[in-house]
């Protein structure tokens, strides 16, 4: 988003956690005033992340809300000392009220994109619910607008505040400067992956329970033994890693079952660019998954679960095909169906492409924005 608003002629300031960077294209914009030092604010970053996961749940949960003063101190000096912005876009963290604070203090505009909640299921289950849902009602109901990812997370936030500030819903979107198919020779991939002549399903991720990938691939790999030209290709690292890599050698399909582990992101359009199609085996009820939208704009069609936020971009068979959730059966039967006949792959795989073009691109959401402003 911030790259988007620049593109579209406007000036950021970021400010956020001290010390941690937010890279934009080339630039390492240094979030703390006072910082400069990449390097620093690397292994910072790192063992911010080391005392995430170490972290009492309680205790972590109190720093959350103690970091209201920080913001607070650190955006009102923003408006006393700097150049007064026309408005403020803060991406939703739990137990944050201070932009919505400052914002109403200094009577401005404040735009809450919000990506989470309390409401809903979290790997860290949170102990302090109540206050969490407090602040998060403030902020919802106080804030100019609210910018949701799916109509399905607005109805369920409505449901739980009631009367809640002026609402939009802006999906996820791709960056095309990153994600774009023209950029890449399929065939010319392929062969540089070993994959020439064969069909290609992907996923990109994380490889967690509660993603599913580990199941699809159990039900899949019978179907794989009788389909030689269809290979899976999984990118990325997690939990359940293991557990594919044991039904792989069970299955002897070390040659259909290709997993290449975690990716640095820069590297995740190759891999795209030789695959068919893509597969998102599960979701959540509220979710809009950045990846299939990254998909899509490398032209690259994709099997996804039946969840509304998904069908509100997906349509299907037109832009991808749509799956009953939980229902790894028919996903993998859907995948293998599909590797027969390309040129359904490549026409919906246009599709997609062409969607992510017109509406899906972050300059539109950013652009959103900006008119919702104005009409303020």
Same mark, same amino acid.
């Given at each position: ?94 137990? =944050?009220?201070?932009?919505?604070? *400052?914002? +109403?203090?200094?009577?401005?505009? %404040? !735009? $809450? ?5 309390? &409401? ?12 969490? =849902?407090?602040?998060?009602?403030? *902020?919802? +109901?106080?804030?100019?607008?609210? %910018? !949701? $990812? ?5 109805? &369920? ?35 540089? &992956? ?35 030209? &269809? ?146």
């Amino acid at each position: 988003m911030v790259k988007a608003f620049r593109k579209l002629g406007n000036q950021v300031c970021i400010t956020g956690f001290p010390g941690v960077t937010v890279n934009i294209e080339t630039e390492n914009i240094v979030v703390s005033e006072k910082s400069t030092g990449v390097s620093k604010t690397s292994k910072l970053e790192q063992i911010i992340k080391i005392i995430a996961r170490s972290t009492p749940e309680l205790l972590f949960e109190a720093f959350e809300i103690i970091y209201n003063v920080y913001v607070f101190i650190n955006l009102s000096r923003v408006f006393i000392f700097g150049k007064k912005p026309d408005f403020i876009y803060e991406r939703y963290s739990l137990f =944050m009220f201070s932009g919505v604070l *400052v914002a +109403r203090i200094f009577n401005i505009p %404040v !735009f $809450i994109e919000i990506n989470d909640s309390a &409401l809903v299921d979290r790997v860290r289950p949170l102990v302090l619910k109540r206050i969490a =849902m407090y602040a998060e009602a403030y *902020v919802v +109901r106080h804030s100019s607008v609210n %910018v !949701f $990812i799916s109509e399905k997370f607005k109805e &369920l936030v409505e449901q739980a505040y009631n009367k809640i500030s002026l609402s939009v819903v802006t999906p996820n979107a791709a960056d095309l400067e990153k994600f774009d198919h023209r950029r890449y020779e399929k065939s010319v991939i392929k062969k540089e &992956l070993g994959l020439e002549g064969k069909v290609v399903c992907g996923y990109v991720g994380a490889f967690l329970p509660w993603h599913g990938i580990d199941t699809l691939v159990e039900k899949i790999a019978p179907m794989l033994i009788e389909t030689n030209n &269809l290979v899976l290709l999984l990118v990325g690292d997690g939990k359940v890693f293991h557990d594919i890599e044991q039904t792989r050698t069970q299955n002897k399909l070390e040659s259909q079952l290709i997993m290449v582990g975690r990716v640095a992101h820069q590297y995740i359009p190759k891999y795209l660019a030789a695959m068919d199609c893509a597969v998102l085996p599960d979701s959540n009820i509220y979710g809009s998954p950045m990846k299939i939208f990254e998909y899509m704009a490398m032209g690259v069609p994709v099997i996804v679960p039946d969840y509304e936020p998904i069908k509100e971009v997906i349509k299907d068979n037109d832009t991808g095909w749509i799956f009953p959730r939980k229902d790894f059966d028919k996903c993998a039967k859907k995948i293998v169906s599909l590797s027969t006949d390309k040129s359904v792959l490549e026409c919906v795989g246009i599709n997609s492409f062409n969607y992510i073009k017109e509406y899906r691109t972050w300059e539109k959401n950013a652009d959103i924005i900006l008119n919702q402003y104005r009409r303020l």
